[in-house]
């Protein structure tokens, strides 16, 4: 699924510039914990979480993950933004929590990275 | 047998610093791309030296990590001025965890960072000394894809 459809579904706001969100995204992880994400990882696309900061970036910049949305409405600081567009991994926020946001997005059909 | 060196750099890293900490092997991942390393080996030497880093920037005041390039392997070498670990088979475990609430909130401690860099490597050595520091080194095998 595009991540601009996306976007849309969850109602998100895109928090980085100049980055194109128009990329194919087919399987998601969602995890707070980053190494649970370089442990099963192996074909995510998008990361789900709940945790705003670098280091979110930094495992997704390792592991080959192409897109974040952060959950809960939470927001990166400016230094995370910077690092995302430096590494040109797209970074979008919705209000939904992280149990709604994986619930509506595997109802559309989304899967999980094995 | 010593391998034959393609190439070797050296990375400082600073404990606490979780702003910076994984820059080093975000460079590591872009040298052996500019070299056209293979992807999943590429992703697995990643992988395995991000969490070495981290645990360095976690745990440790300061540590080394060096990557060396040889026609048939990558290896990472990481030393730290550290802790050490008292029980490497415990800290090995999946699942088991030493980090502060403060780690946790920077989204480690989930005690899945040694068993990843196992997972990712195709030999990995571990030595560590109570109130000295910590070492690992860490081989991947090419598999005659790349150099």
Redesign the interface.
């Known amino acids: 699924m595009n991540l601009i459809k996306i976007k849309a579904i969850l109602q998100a706001k895109e928090i980085t510039n100049h980055i194109s969100i128009d990329i194919e995204v087919n399987s998601i992880i969602a995890s707070?914990?980053?190494?649970?994400v370089?442990?099963a990882n192996a074909s995510a696309e998008l990361l789900l979480?709940g945790?705003a900061?670098?280091?979110?970036v930094?495992?997704c910049?390792?592991?080959?993950i192409k897109a974040i949305i952060f959950v809960r409405g939470k927001s990166p600081p400016i230094?995370t933004i910077k690092l995302a567009e430096e590494?040109n991994i797209p970074l979008l926020t919705c209000e939904y929590s992280m149990f709604e946001a994986c619930g509506i997005l595997y109802s559309k059909g989304l899967k999980t990275a094995k | 047998m010593e391998q034959e060196t393609i190439l070797s750099e050296e990375f400082e890293i600073t404990g606490g610093d979780?702003?910076n900490?994984?820059?080093a092997?975000?460079r590591i991942?872009n040298i052996l791309k500019e070299i056209g390393i293979d992807?999943e080996i590429m992703?697995r030497v990643?992988?395995a030296s991000?969490?070495a880093e981290?645990n360095v920037v976690m745990y440790a005041k300061k540590g080394k990590m060096k990557l060396i390039l040889t026609p048939h392997r990558i290896v990472i070498k990481v030393e730290d001025e550290g802790p050490g670990i008292p029980d490497i088979e415990l800290a090995m475990q999946p699942g088991y965890s030493t980090a502060t609430p403060e780690m946790r909130e920077?989204?480690?401690?989930?005690?899945?960072?040694l068993?990843?860099i196992q997972?990712n490597a195709d030999i990995f050595n571990i030595n560590s000394t109570v109130g000295k520091g910590t070492n690992l080194q860490i081989v991947i095998n090419l598999n005659n894809k790349n150099v």
């Open positions: 707070d914990l980053m190494s649970d370089l442990h979480t945790l900061n670098n280091q979110a930094r495992t910049e390792i592991a080959g230094e590494c | 979780f702003i900490g994984g820059m092997s975000c991942k992807a992703r990643a992988i991000y969490e981290m920077m989204g480690f401690g989930a005690g899945m960072g068993p990843n997972k």
